[in-house]
């Protein structure tokens, strides 16, 4: 009877222990509650306030004000960059975490308010006091090039403006190789990826600790330091992407044809100009063995629908709602859209570019050398 008994038990343990990284790897992907109360004067009653992250696959939160007061709670995997809105005219972007935290302000200084047991955006202050008055220059600097009318003075400006703007970027290059590593600084990273060469990125990529590096912007930035340069004459890497209609799609599947891989996203007006002069291409050299992957960056299907209707893009159309986060993105080094690339009938790169790539010359070569 003691042995049962005591093989019980062991099985018990032995199940408990079978089971527990399970759980903990559930409990890991589940996220870690956060809770934030609001203490904000100007506001009345009904109010609502929303949390939507920069972070495409991350939950949107909101809640509304009832007699004073207002809580949100949820879960995070990690400290995040959330948009916060209130009002249709009021918004600033801070930093939440999984922790207990407080919003204290008001509405008539709603880009300042403050959040309390928020680490990252302690971190983040000192970064926005110093860049905050430099954007404002900027923005300025902007405003007086488009009201004026005289071509030099223009000239003079847009130089002033470049520099300035220059000089932002080394400020916050300088911020990243110099400050305590940070998520906010790790964000800046990722912002300026595309302004650093590969190994000055991957050095201040280095200078992070290994929890900062594990973020999804940590491993973003890892991948896409790892991604190798795509050049003309090197084969086009394979993905599989899904329309509109949730329907699978190989680049594989399209050897033996002459390929546009056009990135495009509907809050680019470059691309959306460019997707007006394909429907013309696409006609004069589809019989030829022209076809068009129209591969949309936008994180919003919907979004993304409207816009190929209203673009008549009636050639293959895929995106997979990841924007700049997209793995074949990552892959095919997009670092600003649009980005085209040409690919042969044996799948091989002829050519890359973004708005300015020659596409009829390089089909005429292909396609139709004759015409």
């Avoid at 090039?145 to 403006?161: F, G, P, W, Y």
């Avoid at 190989?250 to 100009?273: E, N, S």
């Avoid at 690339?341 to 799948?347: A, F, L, M």
């Amino acid at each position: 009877m003691k042995t049962n008994t005591h093989m019980m038990i062991v099985k018990k343990i032995l199940l408990f222990l079978f089971f527990l990284p399970l759980a903990c790897l559930a409990q890991q992907k589940k996220g870690k509650l956060f809770e934030i109360q609001f203490d904000l004067s100007g506001f009345s009653n009904g109010s609502k306030f929303e949390l939507s992250s920069f972070q495409n696959d991350s939950q949107s939160y909101s809640g509304v004000l009832t007699d004073g007061k207002c809580t949100i709670k949820g879960t995070l995997q990690e400290p995040t960059l959330y948009i916060l809105t209130a009002k249709p005219n009021l918004r600033t972007v801070i930093w939440i975490e999984p922790a207990r935290m407080k919003i204290l302000g008001d509405s008539l200084n709603f880009s300042n308010i403050e959040v309390l047991n928020s680490r990252s955006q302690a971190e983040a202050i000192p970064i926005n006091k110093q860049l905050d008055p430099m954007w404002k220059k900027a923005a300025a600097l902007d405003k007086e090039i488009e009201v004026e009318t005289d071509s030099v003075k223009q000239t003079e400006l847009r130089i002033a403006s470049d520099h300035y703007y220059w000089s932002i970027r080394q400020l916050r290059i300088d911020n990243i190789f110099n400050k305590k590593p940070s998520y906010p600084l790790m964000q800046e990273l990722y912002f300026l990826r595309t302004s650093l060469t590969r190994d000055s990125l991957q050095l201040a990529y280095g200078r992070f600790p290994e929890n900062i590096k594990d973020s999804r912007t940590g491993r973003f930035l890892k991948e896409f330091i790892q991604a190798k340069e795509l050049r003309k004459g090197d084969l086009a890497p394979s993905f599989i992407a899904q329309d509109l209609n949730n329907n699978d799609l190989k680049l594989v599947d399209f050897r033996g044809k002459i390929v546009v891989l056009d990135f495009w996203a509907a809050w680019c007006v470059p691309c959306r100009q460019s997707n007006k002069k394909l429907p013309m291409l696409y006609a004069k050299y589809k019989k030829l063995g022209l076809e068009i992957i129209s591969f949309n960056l936008d994180t919003n299907k919907e979004i993304w629908k409207k816009a190929a209707v209203e673009d008549n893009i009636f050639w293959i159309n895929v995106g997979d709602q990841q924007a700049l986060h997209s793995k074949t993105a990552i892959t095919y080094r997009v670092q600003g859209l649009p980005k085209v690339y040409i690919i042969d009938r044996n799948g091989i790169i002829l050519e890359t570019g973004g708005s300015g790539v020659d596409l009829e010359r390089v089909l005429k070569e292909n396609l139709a050398p004759s015409l």
